[in-house]
Structures are given as C-alpha cells and as structure tokens.
C-alpha cells in the first residue's frame, strides 16, 4: 500500500526538518511527502535534496488549513492512504509500517490513528489539558468543587480514556499521554487524532473531501468530522499504539490559549450538531459545556487583555445559527 504523508507547513524551519528527518528513517518505505505552505522557502527547499524519499514542496491554493487538505487530496494521485501529520511532529521509525498494518488487516478499517505524546511543557502550554491537570493536582476548596462537576458532566469522569468523544461533545484526551502506548493492541475508537490522521484515500474522495465550514479559524474539528462520517459509512476507526508520533508542540510559536475563539466554538458547535446529539441529557451536558467554553474565554481575556477571546459569544450565537448538512 502506498501512503500520501500530507504536511501543512508555515516553514518553520527546524521543527519541520525535524519531522523529515524522522520520516527518512522510516522501515516502511512506500511513501512520499506532500508539503502545502502558503509560500515557498528557498532555505527548505535547497534541504529537501538531502531526503531518500520523493518530496513535493508547493505553494498553497486558497488559504486555510481545510483548503490545503483538499488541495493535498486532488494531488494524491493513487495513494491508497492519506496521512496528515503536523510540521512540528516527529514519528516513530515504525509508525508507518504500524499504520499500514492495521489497514492490511481489516478492508473494513477506514481510519487509523496513534498516540500523539506531548512533553511536560507542551502539555502546560495547551489550555485544556493544563486545565484538567490543574483539577486533579490544586487542592484548594473551589477547584476541588468545581473539578468534580466539570469532569462529571463534561468527560464523564474520564478525561484520559483514548479516541472518545463524550455526550457533552468534548474528545477524550488519553493519547497524548504514554499510557496509551502501553496498550496489549489496537482498539476500535471514535475519532482520529488531528496531527496523526490516516484514512483510505478512495474513502476520503468518495466523502467529498474535508468539509470547508471548518476552513477558518485554525480548522478545528475538519479530522474529526471526517472520523465520523467514516463510521457512519460503517467502517472501523482502529488507535494503534504502536502508531507513534510525538508532537513538539513547545517548539513552535502561538502556543498556549488560542486567540480564535470565534471559529474555534464555531466549528465546535457546527460538529456537535452534526455529529453528536443524542437525547434530552446529552444535549444539556453539551449546553454546559458551550456556557463553560464561554466563561474560560472571558476570563481569559480579563487576564491577557486579548480582544479576539470575545470572539466566543458571537461564534456561538453564529454556530448555532448556521445551516448543518
């Protein structure tokens, strides 16, 4: 089986030569690399002679991380797989071979992921998931208080499961954490990670491609989307934990709280909505959830004074509005 390995880059030079790096010492060799970048960086591009495996380096189309994908897609040729992985990630010498694997067992299998490990600092640097360690680790009144509550009705109590989207439309968040790779095989699961992301190719095509409601912003949920269209063509999303990556997300810049909160609750509601809605409680929990997202992003912007986190309450006035197909 031969795999497209689709890299959206905004040339940031050594997290990215990192990554090719990485996929040059990969045991499966039947690859090649797409990289889409909104230009082209003479710097990169003389590096890319140095790589044993075929490089296209391109300029993007129209603008945003959705329309890069498709533009990825129209190029993959006869790619049996698609893979997307992020410009700062670095894999495993058998990530590939793994992923390949799990495709070649099953014909049933549309989807393939991996854990997505992130170092202490990364993980310190991503709202959310500083945000849940917090809860577990403060010991003070308020946050033990309002913990018990958030983690109940937002993550069922189980923030850590792996490839799990829970009725209040949050994604569980084990496979960023090495437990994940300690499991005795691959399980089936619900969603594909954004940065190790791989589904058949004819699949991906016969689903018209990435859906471009989710290209502003950064992209969000535009994987996740696809995971579940996936599954409800009936096919299996399978987590091998041997399918590793490790996403160096503390390398790059603009980490921490994102600033487009507009689009980044747009894209959240517009995929519960599609996706996710499943009775009278579940949809209450995802209410809580949005009001929660809500006031994170006001707090947020008392303390930075960042004017883009006001973005959140017209984005969710907007989601809720917009048309769903």
Known sequence: MQAIIFIPTLNRFTPLINCLDSLDKQSYRDFWVLMIAPAIDQKISNRLKNYTFHIRYIKQGKTGLVEA?????????????????????????DWL?????????????????????????????????????????????????????????IYNNNPYAIGRFFPSGAFSLGSNYAKSTKLPKPVEVDNLEACNFSCRTKLLRQLGGFDPIFNRGLGEYHEADIACK?????????????????????????????????????????????HLKKGRGAYLQFILNVIMQNCYYAYTFLKTGKL????????????FLAKIT
């Open 69 to 93: 994908a498709n533009q990825a897609l129209t190029l993959a040729g006869d790619s049996d797989i698609f893979i997307r992985i992020d410009d700062d990630v670095v894999v495993d010498k």
């Open 97 to 153: 071979t793994n992923m390949v694997k799990s495709f070649d067992k099953n014909q049933k299998v549309g989807g393939v992921t991996g854990p997505t490990l992130m170092t202490k600092k990364g993980i310190e640097s991503r709202d959310v998931l500083s945000f849940i360690k917090r809860f577990y680790e403060d010991k003070s009144f308020l946050w033990q208080i309002v913990g018990k509550i958030y983690l109940k009705l």
């Open 230 to 274: 996936l599954r409800r063509l009936g096919y299996k999303l399978i987590f091998n934990p041997k399918a590793l990556v490790w996403h160096k997300v503390e390398t790059t810049k603009n980490n921490g709280s994102r600033p487009d909160a507009f689009y980044r609750i747009f894209n959240f509601i517009v995929f519960y909505r599609r």
């Open 308 to 319: 883009s986190l006001l973005g959140a309450l017209p984005g969710t006035v907007y989601g």
